[in-house]
């Protein structure tokens, strides 16, 4: 099994370019999260997801947008990039509430 | 609101010396508590977690933590460290009903050879 899968692992995008990073599972889980890692300041929820056709936001949505169509896919939305979304971000799935977090291997992303 | 604190942001540490990282919560009710690792250039792995019964868990390569329910803590241990260990390490709660987990800032552990 493959798991979280994130794609792609690295990009560079210029000031108001968009772009949407792929995550797809294959353990069936019905959460879904998008965070965001910037150094210092640990991780920053983005939005997240509790089944397909739910999305909401977390704690840094501005700039950003999901959606949820199927159970394994959780695409990111980057509408008109900013330098300020220079940052890593991670993809990860949980079974249900209240449970651990399993995570991708991240997309580093450089706004230029 | 709730809220996640790791009290030491850098660590450095010899090998083979002995290792406490502190995490304190703040909810008064039924937490789920974590500790995840993130080494150089990859993404976060499990340690370990807490959900019920003894409050001594164990992890993998040899960390464990105390839940101290008096105490809002949940501190994590290893009794000699190795250089593979340099990493970050992020505590996290799930408390309650939230659908989210708390995460705290991290602490960055350097080991030196």
């Known amino acids: 099994n493959a798991g979280v899968t994130q794609t792609p692992k690295f990009r560079i995008l210029k000031i108001g370019q968009s772009m949407t990073l792929q995550c797809t599972q294959d353990?069936?889980?019905?959460?879904m999260y998008w965070y965001r890692q910037d150094p210092g300041m640990g991780l920053k929820l983005i939005y997240y997801?509790?089944?397909?056709?739910?999305?909401d936001k977390g704690e840094v949505p501005n700039g950003y947008n999901v959606s949820r169509s199927t159970t394994e896919d959780f695409p990111l939305r980057l509408e008109l990039a900013a330098p300020s979304q220079t940052s890593v971000y991670f993809c990860?799935?949980?079974?249900?509430?209240?449970?651990?977090?399993?995570f991708g291997q991240g997309t580093r992303l450089t706004v230029v | 609101a709730q809220s996640v604190s790791q009290h030491n942001h850098h660590v450095i540490l010899s090998e083979a010396a002995s290792l406490e990282l502190g995490c304190n919560y703040s909810?008064?009710?039924?937490?789920?508590l974590f500790w995840y690792v993130q080494y150089p250039g990859q993404h976060l792995q499990l340690l370990l977690k807490?959900?019920?019964?003894d409050p001594l868990v164990k992890g993998i390569k040899g960390f464990e933590a105390e839940f101290i329910k008096s105490k809002f803590s949940f501190n994590l241990r290893k009794p000699s460290v190795q250089w593979s260990d340099t990493a970050e390490y992020f505590c996290a709660v799930n408390a309650g009903n939230n659908r989210k987990l708390i995460w705290g800032l991290g602490t960055s552990l350097a080991v030196n050879p």
């Open positions: 353990m069936n889980h019905n959460y």
């Open positions: 990860a799935t949980g079974e249900r509430m209240n449970t651990e977090a399993f």
């Open positions: 909810y008064g009710g039924t937490v789920n």
């Open positions: 807490y959900f019920s019964g």
């Open positions: 997801s509790v089944g397909a056709g739910i999305t």
